[in-house]
């Protein structure tokens, strides 16, 4: 088999991958509102934060960056180049994007495409999960560090292992794409701060 067909067959594959929403999924397990009707309307680890508490969005975070890692690392583990697993790794992003499983109304794609990155390596992926973590915790918006944690990737990617700065690239561009309407609402002040769910008090009786 030609390394086009493979290629080929990998990307389809990340993208069906991609396609399954591990937040409608995990919303739906846990009795939880659809995130796509409810919180921002978007079915990512940050809206089931919103609706469903800190659990329910490390299953999903954890789920989501796992569909991006395993098309990833598999195609490295065959040997492809670094352009066919930038192009495997942004099909599953697009399956999180568009998942033809649930009408093509999914996610931003930020979770696959970091855990797209991660099997580069522990350092990338540190750099990456610390990177957020700053950004979330400086301004409170989840959509500031994605972009953020996206700019830097291809600089850290240079730095710790060059080989590998297309498909990160191409992760981050799709990324920084994705959150144009984002950038809208940061400029009228109008962008959604990070919080989680809050547990409701029983009344002394």
């Not at 389809?12 to 739906?28: D, M, P, Q």
């Not at 580069?120 to 610390?130: P, S």
């Amino acid at each position: 088999m030609s390394a086009i067909t493979v290629t080929l067959l990998m990307i389809i594959t990340a993208y069906l991958a991609g396609s399954i929403s591990s937040a409608i999924l995990v919303c739906k397990i846990r009795g939880l509102p659809d995130p796509r009707t409810s919180g921002s309307g978007n079915p990512g680890a940050t809206n089931v934060l919103r609706i469903g508490g800190v659990s329910s969005a490390v299953m999903v975070l954890f789920f989501d960056m796992l569909k991006g890692a395993l098309p990833s690392y598999l195609g490295y583990k065959i040997g492809l180049d670094a352009a066919s697993l930038g192009f495997i790794a942004v099909s599953a992003c697009l399956g999180h994007i568009y998942p033809i499983f649930f009408g093509f109304k999914g996610g931003k794609g930020v979770a696959t495409a970091f855990g797209a990155m991660a099997p580069i390596g522990g350092d990338l992926a540190l750099c990456l999960i610390l990177t957020w973590i700053v950004f979330v915790l400086l301004t409170r918006y989840s959509s500031v560090a994605a972009m953020a944690t996206a700019t830097l990737a291809p600089f850290y990617t240079w730095w710790l292992d060059e080989r590998f700065i297309l498909p990160v690239a191409m992760l981050s561009t799709l990324i920084l794409i994705r959150h144009k309407d984002n950038i809208g609402r940061l400029r009228i002040g109008k962008e959604t701060k990070m919080t989680r769910k809050k547990s409701i008090k029983k009344p002394k009786t």
